[in-house]
């Protein structure tokens, strides 16, 4: 099969693509930064850079394509988040039409059903409609939670001040991922025969925060290490502190308090899937530990 990643090598899709290259496919891996072209053709796939926002780029790229790995990257700079993911959504729904690909596995998110309410999110629930539209085209939806790899940026706090925590608490419910788990869902995807406009969620392991708070601590050699609950107020003025875009900002205080009420996992819990990813809390666990002591 001729298959299109996006994403160039991130967390997800450098090991999609290694995966997809050792089953014997040919793989185009798209990405904007061409210092990066020589890593991807070191995998044995090729590179196409340009822009995602670059339409008649992604048509070339996508004709001839047995399927395409679509995901929309983050962006820090955006001034209006949501309208960026929409018009990325927008820009791949247009490819798409016109390069005549039949088969689509895009990356979503839990929560992805609300339309309100859940920041970052509210962005890929536009996605999720705008490429439900394109008639004649099977496009999966693969609905990732909490990535266990975002407990990295909280390293600094964990070291300058022991702290661990967000806007919700320390009983609060968390549903995570880890992005090897995703990349082995979506090369399943790719490579299997389904129809229509679908939805699968992939998901490593559930617990509490106090929870993740604990497995962490113990791993790092903290075992006190608890996590702190902080106010919407407290968690905006720590991110901005910490130079985090205002945007960016508060849609993440946005998703936190979807996350407080429950109601992100609410689809969810009506379609849990039969099977669970690979990589448990106490594997990331170790992860973490790893990273935190280099």
Same mark, same amino acid.
């Given at each position: 099969m001729k298959i299109i990643v996006t994403g160039s090598l991130g967390n997800i899709s450098k090991p999609l693509v290694k995966q997809l290259i050792e089953a014997g496919h040919q793989v185009t891996v798209i990405g904007s930064d061409k210092n990066k072209a020589a890593a991807i053709g070191a995998l044995g796939a090729v590179a196409a850079i340009g822009s995602l926002a670059d339409t008649a780029f992604l048509a070339d790229t996508f004709t001839g394509a047995d399927a395409v790995y679509a995901m929309v990257p983050p962006n820090f700079g955006a001034a209006n988040l949501r309208q960026y993911m929409g018009d990325t959504g927008k820009s791949y729904a247009e490819a798409i039409q016109k390069s005549g690909v039949k088969k689509v596995v895009a990356l979503s998110s839990i *929560?992805?059903?609300l339309s309100e309410g859940t920041g970052p999110i509210k962005g890929i629930h536009d996605v999720e409609g705008i490429l439900s539209g394109l008639p004649g085209v099977a496009v999966k939806f693969i609905?990732?939670? =909490?990535?266990?790899? $975002?407990l990295l940026n909280d390293i600094p706090a964990i070291k300058h001040q022991g702290i661990l925590g967000s806007n919700y608490p320390a009983d609060a419910r968390l549903v995570m991922v880890h992005p090897r788990d995703i990349a082995d869902a979506v090369a399943e995807e790719l490579q299997a025969d389904f129809t229509g406009k679908s939805v699968r969620y992939i998901v490593s392991d559930e617990s509490t925060t106090a929870q993740v708070a604990t497995a962490l601590g113990k791993a790092i050699g903290k075992p006190e290490l608890q996590w702190t609950g902080f106010s919407d107020e407290q968690a905006l003025q720590g991110m901005l502190q910490h130079g985090l875009p205002p945007e960016m900002a508060k849609n993440f !205080? @946005?998703?936190?308090t979807a996350v407080r009420s429950g109601i992100i996992w609410e689809d969810y819990d009506l379609h849990k899937p039969a099977?669970? *990813?690979? !990589?448990?809390? @106490?594997? =990331?666990?170790? @992860? =973490?530990? @790893?990273?935190? $002591?280099?």
């Open positions: *929560g992805a059903h609905r990732a939670p =909490f990535f266990y790899v $975002n !205080v @946005e998703m936190g099977q669970s *990813g690979k !990589v448990k809390l @106490e594997d =990331f666990a170790r @992860e =973490f530990a @790893e990273i935190y $002591n280099s």
